[in-house]
C-alpha cells in the first residue's frame, strides 16, 4: 500500500499520508495551527492518523512532549516513521491502541483530536480509511469519555467537529463535568456553510466565544487569518 502514499512537506517537517489512513486536509491543518497556540506541557493526540497535530503541536512548542495514539496498525507505522525521519522524534511518541484501553501513569494538560465523524454512512471497503472517517470507531459520548479519564485538572482540550457532531459531543462532555469554553465556525469562503468547528474548552464553566475563519476569500485567494495561522507551516506562504 505504501506506493500510493503521498508526502506532504511542510517548513520544519515531512509527512507520508493517504493509504492506509486519510490523506492531509485543509481544514487539519488550520486545527493544527490553532491548537498549536492553546498546546502546553504534557500533551496528548488522540486518533493522530499520519502524526499531523502531534507534529505541528511539537514544532510550535518546543518544551511541550506529545504522545499519539492511533488505533489502526497499519497507519500507527506511518505515523511512526513520520516521527522517526522528523525534527522533533525526541518529544513524540505513537502508540497503537484504542483511547478506552489506554491507562497511562500521567494525566495530561492539553488533548487534541481530529476524531472521526460520519455515522450512518455507507463503510468504506478500506479498513483504515473506514476507521478514520466512521464514528462507530470513537464516538462523540466515547470520546468525552476519554477525555475525562485523561485530562489534569487544569487541563484543557480541543477537537475538529461538524456542526452537528459537535452538538452531540457537547451534551456528552456536559455529562462528565467538561464544558466548551470556544467555537470557531470554519468557512471554505466568506458566503459559504460551517464546514467544521474548532472547539476548546476545560472544566472550567465560562461564557463561550464564538467567532469565525474563511478559508480563502470570494476572490479564491488564502484569506489574511488563515495565511497567519499557517504561515509557521506552509512552504507557499514566506515567513
Known sequence: ?????????????????????????????????????????????????????????????????????????????????????????????????????????????????????????LASTDEAKHMAIHADHLIPADLAAAIDRLISEGGEFAVLYPADVLALFEQSLNSHGLFLHEKVTVHSNPSSPVLRVMASGSRVKNTITESRINIKTEQGEYSPEFIELLRPYYIIFPS
Open 1 to 121: 500500500m505504501a506506493e500510493n502514499r503521498s508526502l506532504f512537506e511542510f517548513k520544519q517537517f515531512s509527512l507520508l499520508h493517504g493509504n492506509p489512513g486519510l490523506k492531509i486536509s485543509t481544514e487539519a491543518c488550520l486545527f493544527g495551527a490553532w491548537v498549536s497556540l492553546k498546546a502546553r506541557g504534557n500533551c496528548l493526540d488522540i486518533g493522530t492518523g499520519c502524526g499531523l497535530l502531534a507534529s505541528m503541536l511539537a514544532q510550535a512548542n518546543p518544551t511541550c512532549t506529545v504522545k499519539a495514539l492511533e488505533i489502526h496498525p497499519e497507519v500507527t507505522k506511518v505515523a511512526s516513521e513520520n516521527f522517526q525521519n522528523g525534527p522533533f522524534k525526541n518529544r513524540l511518541k505513537v502508540i497503537q491502541t484504542d483511547v478506552s484501553e489506554y491507562n497511562p501513569a500521567e494525566k495530561f494538560d492539553f488533548i487534541c483530536s481530529n476524531p472521526p465523524f460520519f455515522t450512518n454512512h
